[in-house]
């Protein structure tokens, strides 16, 4: 998993690149909380993303129920049919902003 972060201020953008599963789950993660001071705007743009497993489901509910928690916005882009397929099963696109 190739994990790029730009952070302005409280936006914090994460580029994701490769499969999103439990082995690589933990490095989203941990690049989150490395930026997530005074951040309350986040987009995961996944457009390099060909695979997501139940573990990558865990973080992004993670950061969302983060930026819940203090009126934040999580946006998730440039998804590929496969993981939107994920999100559609799992009800992901019920709560997610998908763009």
């Known amino acids: 998993m190739n ?23 933990q490095e989203v993660n941990n690049a989150y909380i490395a930026d997530e001071d005074g951040v309350n705007d986040v987009v995961i743009d996944m457009e390099g993303v060909s695979y997501i497993s139940s573990a990558g489901l865990r973080v992004i509910l993670f950061i969302q129920q983060e930026m819940d928690d203090i009126d934040g916005s999580l946006t998730v882009c440039n998804i590929n049919s496969n993981v939107m397929e994920v999100f559609r099963l799992s009800g992901f696109d019920q709560f997610l902003k998908i763009e």
């Open 3 to 25: 994990i790029k972060t730009e952070k302005d201020n409280n936006h914090l953008k994460m580029i994701l690149e490769g499969d999103l599963n439990t082995s690589t789950a």
